[in-house]
């Protein structure tokens, strides 16, 4: 059930959708599983051909989340491969299907392909992009996430924070799945402890939704200079990717 919108609250996601991919650009990708193109002998899909054809304006990809179904150290070298022929960088905040949502067999096979320490943080220019692992912190920024958000807190940049999990309690509705969940989502309204006065723009992306007919394939929400969506690909003909370009939003029909 969706709460009630405060005055400084909204639901629209006025987010333009473009038909090419402009250079610089950083793709995200959640839920992609789930995508039609995927399937047991392609567990990528039509991922990799839309990058090649887009290769020289893709800067980065940045997967929100259950990339495979069921995950193997062979799709796991497969992804690596791929972008290593692409010769593009990816990121990874991964989600329920690709690690579990606590420590074991799962996570240590990601671990054994992926020598990655979460949560990490990056910058470009006027932009700073943090990477969780929302699958083990219960749906929930951990201390460490928060401690590099203020390390690297400026008025003058763009903070963009992405998980699997959908981590505001407001657009908890638009979930997946309830696997992993705690019994309360931090809002909106503290997710930062007011660490968000000290950028010009704070997006949250998430890429638990979207997998089901019922749900959309983005569902966005603002409160003051935070902006957050989840987004996520689904048995659909019309299925959205986002798209990052020079700290604007952008979404892309794949």
């Not at 609250?9 to 793709?27: E, F, W």
């Not at 491969?81 to 990874?92: C, K, P, R, V, W």
């Not at 998980?163 to 505001?168: A, G, K, P």
């Not at 809002?187 to 089901?212: C, H, M, P, Q, Y």
């Amino acid at each position: 059930q969706l709460q009630k919108l405060s005055k400084a609250a909204s639901r629209s996601c006025n987010i333009p959708q473009i038909s090419t991919i402009p250079r610089n650009s950083h793709l995200v990708v959640g839920h992609l599983y789930k995508h039609p193109s995927v399937n047991n002998k392609n567990p990528l899909g039509k991922l990799p051909e839309l990058i090649y054809k887009n290769r020289q304006n893709i800067k980065s990809v940045i997967f929100t989340g259950d990339i495979f179904y069921i995950p193997s150290l062979e799709k796991w070298n497969q992804l690596k491969a791929t972008f290593e022929e692409l010769d593009i960088q990816y990121f990874i905040a991964p989600g329920n299907h690709d690690v579990g949502i606590n420590n074991g067999p799962a996570r240590d096979l990601f671990r054994l392909v992926f020598k990655l320490d979460y949560p990490f943080i990056w910058k470009e220019k006027d932009s700073i992009f943090l990477i969780e692992d929302s699958t083990i912190n219960s749906w929930h920024l951990s201390q460490k996430s928060l401690d590099l958000i203020n390390k690297n807190k400026s008025i003058n940049s763009v903070l963009h924070v992405f998980t699997h999990n959908i981590i505001l309690d407001e657009l908890y509705p638009y979930a997946n799945s309830k696997i992993g969940k705690p019994e309360k989502i931090t809002s909106v309204t503290n997710i930062f402890d007011g660490l968000e006065e000290s950028f010009s723009k704070v997006r949250i992306i998430t890429g638990d939704t979207g997998a089901f007919a019922f749900l959309p394939t983005k569902a966005c929400y603002t409160y003051k200079n935070i902006f957050s969506i989840a987004n996520g690909l689904g048995p659909r003909e019309s299925n959205e990717i986002l798209i990052i370009k020079d700290n604007e939003i952008f979404s892309f029909l794949f």
